[in-house]
């Protein structure tokens, strides 16, 4: 009828929430930069610790970026991509997390200061998607070449492990992690180097510094038998994945006995099935037998007759790095054994860890799998020497696949910011979102000088000045407080890490600004942007968020 109001019907459920416009990009802009601030702290090697504490009372102590997020409570849903970031950036290159995070929500900073003066998101994604891809290029075109010794892989390391809680163990860790690379450096698996058979056993009970590698593989697991050798010299290996039983499991079987003497029979048929089974493994030259499966205790009599070294229950992949280790082949039956199939070690010994009973496969030759046995004095000392390990784990790969590194403590960005501002100056209506692009980067040192106690403003000009005079090699040194060349001390951070870095935060920025709409389903509440505002304010508990 002319002249009443129309009022359009709701297509929602009921209490569904709609966020639409402004309010949205408000909203989702918060959440983001509430995940990046979070870690901001952590960054550098004076960064801060976190104190995760979950629903049972379990408590990590770390500054690992990737792991605070992992441990985090996060309900947002846009807080939850910035947590994808973290990992997609952990999987791929195994650093560089806290850093795609933090260039993400500064990202997202800019971006919003230049939606308030009215740019449209989708120009500020244009203009961001062309600063990555130039940065991509600056990135290549600094890189310098990775000297073709250990001590440089050990300098990735190095850097990789500043300010991560391993103090004076740090040169003694990067050794290992190097040598520990380098043994399987001939398994590449997707453009890296297959760390998957670096093994890393933890225990403990010792310091740090006690952490050893071992040329060959340390199982948590004790012999078969006590009358069995403690210790074999020269082991020729067997692997099998079957059961050394009388019968499968796979098989149901009722056996009726009537007469004593068939019990006796049943007894002696048996033993002679395992006594056969027990020669079988001697007769093909073995010293040394790791079954995947069960083995019968009578079974492991005769192996202990024969003194031959049993280990059964042992995981598949355990097995599969003890075959990479000692050359040896897994069979799956018993009459497939061959003197062909066998592996070798120099030496395969039980020890007492800490109370705890290890089996030691040592002095494999040119083994592709290796063990790196983590010592510290609590678990949770041995969970953060694991993580610094972890990340090591995919620097020094990087490194050694692409052979190129950049300079660190913030000197690449200070580099990547300079040639940006250049090269806004020849694009058109995106040019104030390539600069913000730059401004973004410049997070990292500010982040790195404001974690070690020292002046923003101060560090970023001097920066600036001597990235004119010098190059690309000046970063700050957050220990000494100063400005130089960190290339010559050593502070070098593989190419790839830097380039996934900046790539997962446009991408992750890009993706946070096309969104103007957000519906939530009624079981869900999601925070109001005043009330992420007020969170920012008091640095509290963020409902939604945390």
């Given at each position: ?12 459920a ?8 402004r ?20 960054l ?52 560089g997390?806290t850093?795609a ?6 990202l ?21 998607r ?6 991509q ?7 310098i ?14 850097t ?14 990067s050794?290992?992690v ?11 698996n997707?453009?890296?180097i297959?760390?998957d ?5 933890k ?22 038998h ?5 210790r ?30 068939q ?25 040394v ?73 040592r002095?494999?030759?040119?083994p ?11 678990m ?41 501002k250049?090269?806004?100056k ?47 090699r ?12 960190l ?60």
């Amino acid at each position: 009828m002319a002249g009443q109001q129309f009022t359009p019907p709701s297509v929602l459920a009921e209490g569904a929430e709609r966020t639409m416009g402004r309010n949205a990009q408000r909203m989702n802009i918060m959440a983001a930069r509430i995940v990046a601030e979070t870690v901001r702290s952590t960054l550098g090697p004076l960064g801060m610790d976190k104190m995760l504490v979950d629903s049972l009372g379990d408590v990590v102590v770390t500054n690992d970026g990737a792991t605070i997020m992992r441990e985090m409570d996060i309900k947002h849903p846009i807080a939850k991509m910035m947590i994808e970031v973290a990992r997609a950036q952990e999987a791929s290159v195994g650093d560089g997390t806290t850093t795609a995070v933090v260039i993400a929500g500064e990202l997202l900073k800019k971006a919003e200061t230049l939606i308030e003066m009215g740019i449209h998101p989708v120009v500020i994604v244009r203009g961001y998607r062309q600063a990555a891809e130039k940065c991509q290029k600056v990135l290549d075109k600094i890189a310098i070449d990775l000297p073709d010794n250990d001590q440089s892989l050990k300098a990735v390391a190095l850097t990789t492990m500043m300010g991560k809680g391993v103090g004076p163990a740090r040169e003694h860790l990067s050794d290992i992690v190097v040598k520990a690379v380098k043994s399987v450096a001939s398994t590449v698996n997707d453009g890296l180097i297959d760390t998957d058979y670096i093994k890393l056993e933890k225990k403990a009970g010792a310091g740090i510094e006690e952490t050893e590698f071992i040329n060959g593989l340390v199982l948590d697991k004790e012999k078969g038998h006590e009358a069995m050798p403690v210790r074999v010299e020269n082991a020729r290996i067997a692997l099998v994945s079957s059961p050394l039983e009388f019968q499968g499991k796979e098989i149901e079987a009722q056996i009726r006995i009537t007469d004593p003497h068939q019990l006796q029979s049943f007894i002696d048929e048996q033993k002679r099935v395992l006594r056969e089974m027990a020669e079988k493994v001697k007769s093909s030259g073995a010293t040394v037998l790791f079954a995947e499966k069960s083995i019968h205790n009578l079974c492991l009599y005769y192996l202990a007759q024969d003194g031959i070294f049993t280990v059964r229950r042992v995981g598949r992949s355990d097995m599969e790095k003890l075959a990479k280790a000692t050359g040896a082949s897994v069979v799956a039956n018993l009459d497939e054994l061959r003197e062909t199939a066998l592996g070798y070690a120099g030496l395969i010994e039980e020890e007492n860890v800490s109370g705890t009973k290890m089996i030691y496969v040592r002095q494999c030759r040119e083994p592709k799998a290796v063990t790196i046995l983590i010592r510290g004095g609590t678990m949770h000392i041995l969970d953060e020497v694991e993580r610094v390990i972890e990340d090591c784990l995919g620097t020094v790969p990087a490194a050694m696949i692409d052979h190129k590194i950049l300079v660190g403590g913030g000197a690449t960005e200070i580099e990547l910011a300079k040639e940006l501002k250049i090269f806004a100056k020849s694009v058109g209506k995106e040019q104030l979102a390539i600069e913000a692009f730059a401004d973004a980067l410049e997070i990292i040192p500010k982040s790195l000088a404001e974690n070690a106690g020292l002046s923003q403003i101060d560090i970023l000009v001097e920066m600036r000045k001597w990235n004119e005079k010098e190059g690309h090699r000046i970063g700050l040194d957050v220990f000494s407080g100063k400005v130089g060349d960190l290339y010559s001390e050593g502070i070098i951070e593989p190419l790839r890490v830097k380039k996934k870095a900046i790539s997962s935060a446009s991408e992750v920025a890009a993706m946070i600004l096309r969104i103007d709409d957000v519906i939530a389903a009624t079981q869900l509440k999601l925070p109001t942007p005043d009330e992420m505002a007020s969170q920012m304010a008091t640095k509290g508990r963020m409902p939604g968020v945390q």
